[in-house]
């Protein structure tokens, strides 16, 4: 079975995110036995992410969708960001399909470079792994759920509720 | 009358509130000898939960969906709440159907494990009973029509009206 | 001619709102020679209430829908009052009804109970007249087009525009 | 050519906006030569607009609706105003027709009833020009592009682009 | 192959930066050789635009609308602004065609004209050679993937991901 993964990005974005996304794909792919078809849509900022996921979906007839972006430090491009992830949803609800918002916010960095790639780097990849999993391997995600997952830095502690 | 109830839930969340849901519902489906059957679908984020119940909802032709999640301590978090919940909002205005969703937030908790563990706990129970009322006794709502409940903590007070 | 009112209201609120709209409605109907029929419908909270709008609406075929609900005290409580209103206003622009919110806030009252049930019982019942007269009378409305009306207070001084 | 204007306002707002701007509609296109029919619904507050306004445009087929509301000083009431904004952007995209948005908030006369009262004119006034222009003369709107118009006090100083 | 373009803008905008995006798409268009049809409408403020695109994209049949207006400096304004920038997402959503918002909020300025018609005019000609790239050129977009481009501003540093 060979599933389409729409990958959508930003010229914006401080980092290659979604190049780094297609490269994973494959790769990650590869690796577990699971044929995957990339079809890459950059678009100029996150509010543009939206419409392009959409496009993907329905036109490109995409399985899933990665949606790439950074969020500025204004308070200002944190409605723009609110507004994208507001966007994605609607994608979603309407499509029946899933859109993996990997959007990170310059603000997480508190102004260092360094942070600021690890911080695409990770989220990056392991919100390529989860979308791999949510086309290939469902259990794989219920194995794990309420566990603390973070993407982008360390995971939390968790309580054992029954 | 069998009833199908669709669990989503993340693997975000500090504890497994989708499995506690899922033995609350059958158990006390049992209890009161109401016929339950029901799919779980395990998301990354609350972001990934409305289309995982439009899924639910449309495609495995659930009855009502319970939508479990936690919200981060940051602002930012706190928005993706916000963003989730208008898609499950979304999702249910569409579909005609209840999404009974169960975010529980770091923050409620002041930094205590045991606090948040609690939380997560009679939260999710307690709106399993909801869920399984509002498919099979929708009465037993309305007799507790205006009395205050809460879910997760002690019930408020409540004044006579007429 | 008869028309079919939805009252929703939920188990949170700390008063019998949705028991007094229906008390309201059939007696002041009554003294107008406007025959009502009712079909009450409680939810556990206000994010529950937009698809139980929905649902009377259009599966019940109601004319138009009161929703009563009572907003928390806390800043993310308002957020769910937000996101119940942005869901009302979805359905009535969807299904071309009107849905008559009567939403309480508890901090309205600042911590009176008295103040808390005056707020609820006056908003209640005015609501409930301004929504038969949508229904039977709408010149009523008209002659206080921009009279500063309240729901739960005095109302406010206006101005002569023309 | 006659085009039908749906005039939506409510009982709450402190001036009777909805009737100047039948009066100015009636007038001023009396003056210009065009054909007007107005169509008026009056409802409780700016909440209950959006479906008004769907109303007035799908089942009275009006051309155009101008919507007047005022939202109140406390910050719930901005929340109301933005919920009933999105709700009216929502019905002009569903339908592909105008709502001329007159909102006048009550902090922007800082008390003052006289400023309130020249507020509500002006921009009741203005708008209902903007709007017989949008159905009856573009080219006089595409004359004023960019030149920083008001609605409700003076316009602003604007800058040559090109 | 002829794309044709809608541009809305509104009256309020304190600089005519729909008539330089109509002169800068049909230059840039002729500079590079792609032919450029355009449609273009004024409206009174930035609330109007949602319905102007949609209008442009569905009854004239562009293929993408470029969307220019001010964000006044209060923060009743900056509520505007995201009621518009959500309504435009929706559109794009509703048609499958980009709208390319290019807004510029009075404050980003801080109070200087002449910093305002450079932030006006910058981020209307790089937002028209996005707009032409995405009709006419895709590619051109991908190659600046993740480089930190900014419209009305230096563009940002960017980091190296893999």
Known sequence: ???????????FARGDMGGLAVKTLLEHGKKRGWSVEIVRYTV?????????NKMLLTN?????AISLGM??????????????STGNIAVQVQTGKHVIEVFVHENEARGSEEKLGQIMRHRTVEHCINALELLFDKQALEKRAGT???????DASFVKLY
């Not at 599933?3 to 930003?10: C, E, L």
């Not at 603390?148 to 360390?154: A, D, M, V």
Request: hydrophobic residues 30%; proline residues 9%.
């Open 1 to 11: 079975m060979i599933r389409k993964i729409g990958v959508t990005d930003t010229t």
């Open 71 to 84: 969020v500025g430090r204004e308070p200002v491009d944190a409605v723009c960001g609110h507004e994208a």
């Open 44 to 52: 100029p900022g996150v509010k543009d992410l939206p419409v392009a």
């Open 60 to 64: 490109e007839k995409c399985d899933l």
């Open 148 to 154: 603390g997952k973070r993407q982008g830095g360390p």
